[in-house]
């Protein structure tokens, strides 16, 4: 079968991360449709620690 991302011919049997050729592939797929979820959930931690530091 192919990778759905990469086009490129993989192996199911053995494979950790089918339907894909590679955790790179697994990633891209998984940024595909997580990526507004993943923002937020990542932004609010993420300004509170940057407003914690005034470097100037
Ligand atoms: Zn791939």
């Not at 079968?1 to 592939?25: A, L, Q, Y």
């Not at 449709?33 to 940057?50: G, I």
């Amino acid at each position: 079968m192919k990778c759905p991302i990469c086009k490129k011919t993989t192996v199911w049997e053995g494979n950790p991360d089918r339907p894909f050729c590679s955790e790179r592939c697994r990633i891209i797929d998984l940024g595909n449709w997580s990526a507004e979820d993943y923002r937020v959930e990542t932004a609010l931690p993420d300004t509170e620690e940057k407003a914690e530091i005034p470097h100037e």
